[in-house]
């Protein structure tokens, strides 16, 4: 009875990181076609780390730092340099326009933490396993790949930093949550609060952003900050293989949100995408 309760408490926290995340990159990626996608990450994720703060605050869930790699100071700080990266880099792709160059390649991060985890000695049952590789392909085909047409060096290279980045990052989280989510994600945005300022001193610039969009950034690192929070909290609940699935779904909420608001036709192969990821989810939710 316990194991099947943590088990669906990793799975909805994971899902919801997804749902935090994919929102996040929708507003992360408009803005980046009005200002540059490397000031888009940097105040954004200042913001994250007000939220963390907050959170210590009001929950006492500070834990004295120290330098082990036991501990989650090395883990969380190199998930933020890693998570800057791979961020600026999705916004940077998703600026060009290539959504379905640059979303597709970002997406196979996932593969990163789950080879950590798998070789780490997990050990998912066969049904665990078949239902993760079909909310895989799902994630894959509803993020849009553009399987016509010519592809460009820029987003290509913007894709692969970003998978890297992302999959780097998301191993470091759930390694530093071991000890404490909360310190590991509040470690990891007050690195990235350290590379905002180095950028807003050699630029001499915050990005110029408008009063109407400071909201927006609020979001979006609040949005950024709970999903790695929840992704952290899901990997100490159950299989970590499990958590960075299902929290790599975030292309299917990015794509519905694009749907819905900017217009943005959805090919068949994305309602496909869809398919397959909702189905292989009920498979989890049964093995």
Request: hydrophobic letters at 55%; a positive charge; one cysteine or more.
């Amino acid at each position: 009875m316990y194991h099947s309760v943590m088990s669906s408490l990793n799975s909805f926290l994971a899902l919801f990181s997804s749902l935090l995340w994919g929102t996040a990159d929708f507003f992360g990626g408009n803005l980046t076609k009005k200002y540059k996608a490397v000031a888009v990450t940097a105040v954004s994720q200042s913001f994250g780390l007000l939220f963390g703060i907050l959170v210590i605050l009001f929950t006492s869930s500070w834990l004295t730092p120290n330098l082990s790699w036991n501990g989650y100071v090395i883990p969380g700080v190199l998930a933020g340099v890693m998570g800057f990266g791979g961020l600026t880099a999705f916004y940077a792709g998703l600026a060009t326009g290539r959504m379905g160059v640059v979303s597709p390649i970002s997406s196979l991060s996932v593969l990163i933490p789950l080879a950590y985890a798998i070789f780490g000695g997990e050990q998912p049952s066969r049904t665990q396993i078949i239902g993760m590789a079909i909310a895989l392909l799902g994630g894959f085909c509803a993020s849009g790949p553009e399987i016509r047409g010519g592809v460009s060096a820029k987003p290509l290279i913007f894709a692969t930093i970003a998978a890297f980045g992302f999959g780097g990052a998301i191993t470091f989280i759930a390694r530093g949550s071991q000890v404490s989510p909360i310190m590991t994600m509040t470690t990891m945005r007050f690195t990235t609060f350290l590379i905002a300022l180095v950028l807003f001193a050699k630029f001499r610039t915050t990005g110029g952003f408008s009063k109407k969009d400071i909201p927006i950034l609020i979001g979006i690192g609040g949005a950024d900050f709970f999903g790695n929070l929840l992704l952290g909290v899901a990997t100490t609940k159950g299989l970590v293989s499990l958590a960075v699935v299902l929290g790599s779904l975030f292309p299917i909420v990015t794509a519905l949100l694009a749907f819905k608001f900017l217009h943005e036709r959805l090919h068949k192969l994305q309602y496909l995408g869809i398919f397959f990821a909702i189905s292989g989810v009920a498979i989890l939710s049964v093995g």
